[in-house]
């Protein structure tokens, strides 16, 4: 028998078949979950073992060494997940049923719009309130070298899936740092960014390794372009020298403001690896 003409599901309401489907998908994978941990590193790209020593260029060269007083005061980290076969991409809401509108998502980087009490509607923690100090001392290494492993990560138990995005906290970020011989004090306050992946990353029985995020100090004081105008952080500092200087919400705002939108950018300070054939992230 040869059936022709045949579309998934029934004919015109595709879309409502395709609800059907992934609701059932999160509720089989529901009681699935595993212990899976997260290595939060910081690394450079400068080929060598001392992370807090650089070398960045903006319109000049700059030397620059961050100090071991400076640390960060994590409030929280934690993860968003989505059903391993989330590949439909859409989600509807109770509200968004009864007006007749559909709200999709891309498979991997936004979470569905669940209840919170849903195992896919939940937050899942990876990272503990804490003060780490010496966040450039090389304790652990990367593909790209050396990196600083942080502590106070810790396994949790999730549903099986992927990575929707991570959003790491923190109540204060304080670096104290020489560039080209002059003293400079960051003070950042209580923020928070939301990290989305690029690729897949999945949350599986039989993984070979943790989760990775990253954070590139280095990045943070590089000059990158905004709607083509270039936002150089360090020759704007180096009109203040000779130092000490002091950056923070009520001294140098103008630094301050570059240092925030530096931190806020997609992959510059905080990040999920790059995806690389064969690689598992």
């Known amino acids: 028998m040869i059936l022709v003409g045949c579309t998934f599901g029934s004919v015109g309401n595709s879309e409502e078949e395709k609800l059907v489907i992934l609701q059932n998908l999160i509720f089989f994978n529901n009681n699935q979950t595993i212990a899976i941990g997260t290595n939060l590193r910081s690394y450079d790209d400068q080929a060598d073992t001392n992370l807090s020593q650089f070398n960045l260029t903006s319109i000049s060269g700059f030397n620059i060494s ?7 005061h994590w409030e929280t980290g934690s993860y968003r997940i989505n059903p391993p076969n989330q590949i439909l991409g859409v989600s509807t809401t109770g509200s968004e049923r009864s007006n007749g509108v559909s709200k999709t998502h891309t498979p991997y980087t936004v979470p569905l719009d669940l209840p919170a009490d849903d195992l896919y509607g939940k937050s899942y923690p990876f990272l503990a309130t804490a003060v780490v100090t010496n966040i450039t001392q090389f304790n652990s290494t990367m593909e790209t070298g ?10 949790t138990n999730m549903p099986i899936g992927v ?12 670096i104290r740092m ?41 990045s943070l004081f590089k000059d990158r372009s905004v709607s083509g105008s270039p936002v150089r952080f360090l020759n704007s500092l180096s009109a203040l020298f000779p130092g000490p200087v002091v950056i923070s919400k009520v001294s140098n705002v103008n630094l301050y403001n570059i ?22 992230r």
């Open 146 to 155: 050396a990196s600083f492993l942080f502590p106070n990560t810790r396994v």
């Open 259 to 280: 240092l925030q939108q530096n931190l806020q950018a997609e992959d510059i300070t905080f990040s999920f690896p790059g995806c690389f054939p064969g690689v598992e």
């Open 163 to 174: 990575i929707a995005n991570a959003t790491v906290s923190w109540e204060e970020i304080l």
């Open 178 to 218: 020489t560039v080209n011989g002059e003293d400079v004090t960051i003070l950042l306050p209580q923020g928070s960014k939301v990290i989305t992946p690029k690729c897949k990353i999945p949350v599986k029985n039989g993984r070979d390794g943790n989760i990775e995020v990253l954070i590139s100090f280095f």
């Open 66 to 72: 961050i100090q071991p007083s400076s640390y960060i």
